[in-house]
């Protein structure tokens, strides 16, 4: 093997070593002692109040959005003009179910926030 390529080989892994050292994972705390139950008795305190989760976010009216309809003999998709979105993906020769008149097979549902919506959405 050449010096230069064990040398190489040497140094990076140091480097390894060097890098777990310093931004390796933190040490968990050693474990408190518990203190003994001769000190004196602290005031109760209250519980911090229950945290409620955030209420879900509006659904968006897609029906009354300006939309482009785009189809063939294969497929049929609508693009909604905000966002530039896929409003509905539609596979004209695919069903739903093997029924003779089930609707064509849709491939974007609308049960989604904004979907498929690329735009940055601050909450």
């Given at each position: ?23 390796g994972p933190a040490q968990p705390p050693p474990p408190q002692q518990k ?17 409620l989760p955030p209420a879900p976010p509006p659904k968006v009216d897609l ?61």
């Amino acid at each position: 093997m050449d010096s230069k390529a064990l040398l190489a080989i040497v140094l990076s892994f140091l480097l390894f070593l060097a890098w777990h050292f310093y931004f390796g994972p933190a040490q968990p705390p050693p474990p408190q002692q518990k203190q003994a139950a001769t000190t004196t008795t602290q005031p109760q305190t209250m519980p911090p109040p229950a945290v409620l989760p955030p209420a879900p976010p509006p659904k968006v009216d897609l029906s009354a959005q300006k939309t482009w309809s785009i189809g063939d003999s294969l497929f049929r998709m609508k693009i909604i003009a905000q966002g530039a979105r896929e409003s509905s993906f539609q596979l004209l020769k695919f069903k739903e179910q093997l029924k003779p008149d089930s609707p064509p097979m849709q491939m974007i549902r609308d049960t989604a926030y904004l979907p498929l919506d690329v735009e940055l959405i601050s909450h």
